[in-house]
């Protein structure tokens, strides 16, 4: 299972979307699965229980996934969009790496901006508070590098990035 990481805003959840409509892969989004199964929204799961119990349902997620994974019989392809945080815990990392390759959407701090302005739904995301989301930003990239492969997204379609996706992968 290939895993894509990247800061909010970078596009992983709109390519996971295009992929598998254009290409039929699986997707699988790590938000949208944990919002499913707390019946809360990723805004409403901070504010009610913070952003610990959201980190430890991130890593039960995860955890659940590797084990199912090493239950089933080969799925069709299938893409993991994570939440921008996900790959920050090293355990979250561990599982990550059991699950296959992992691929870092790059998108500048500035680009990122743009894409967010006036975002709401993101709890650890303030336009009002750039310079510490730019620290924030800087301080994710060395474990970001870290990923398997790294796609140059900033100046890309979303039809643009999937190709790499399936290039790096090929290669
Ligand atoms: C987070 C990113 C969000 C979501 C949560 C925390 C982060 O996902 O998991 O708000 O720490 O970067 P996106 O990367 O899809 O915005």
């Given at each position: 299972?290939?895993?894509?990481?990247?800061?909010?805003?970078?596009?992983?959840?709109?390519?996971?979307?295009?992929?598998?409509?254009?290409?039929?892969?699986?997707?699988?989004d790590?938000?949208?699965?944990?919002?499913?199964?707390?019946?809360?929204?990723?805004?409403?799961?901070?504010?009610?229980?913070?952003?610990?119990?959201?980190?430890?349902?991130?890593?039960?997620f995860?955890a659940?996934?590797?084990?199912?994974?090493?239950?089933?019989?080969?799925?069709?392809?299938?893409?993991?969009?994570?939440?921008?945080?996900?790959?920050?815990?090293e355990?979250?990392?561990?599982?990550?790496?059991?699950?296959?390759?992992?691929?870092?959407?790059?998108?500048?701090?500035?680009?990122?901006?743009?894409?967010?302005?006036?975002d709401?739904?993101?709890?650890?995301?303030?336009?009002?508070?750039l310079?510490?989301?730019?620290?924030?930003?800087?301080?994710?990239?060395?474990?970001?590098?870290?990923?398997?492969?790294?796609?140059?997204?900033?100046?890309y379609?979303?039809?643009?990035?999937?190709?790499?996706?399936?290039?790096?992968?090929?290669?």
């Amino acid at each position: 299972m290939l895993n894509i990481w990247g800061f909010m805003g970078s596009g992983k959840s709109t390519l996971g979307r295009y992929v598998a409509q254009v290409y039929q892969w699986k997707h699988i989004d790590s938000d949208e699965r944990i919002e499913q199964a707390e019946g809360l929204s990723i805004p409403e799961l901070f504010a009610r229980y913070g952003e610990s119990y959201f980190r430890q349902k991130e890593t039960d997620f995860l955890a659940r996934l590797v084990r199912d994974q090493q239950e089933s019989d080969a799925e069709p392809f299938t893409v993991l969009t994570t939440g921008g945080g996900m790959p920050l815990r090293e355990e979250n990392r561990q599982y990550l790496r059991q699950l296959g390759p992992s691929v870092y959407l790059h998108v500048s701090f500035e680009e990122i901006v743009r894409r967010l302005a006036q975002d709401d739904q993101r709890p650890l995301w303030n336009e009002r508070e750039l310079a510490k989301m730019k620290q924030r930003y800087h301080e994710r990239l060395s474990i970001y590098r870290t990923a398997d492969h790294i796609i140059e997204a900033d100046h890309y379609t979303v039809a643009q990035v999937a190709e790499q996706l399936k290039n790096v992968i090929r290669a």
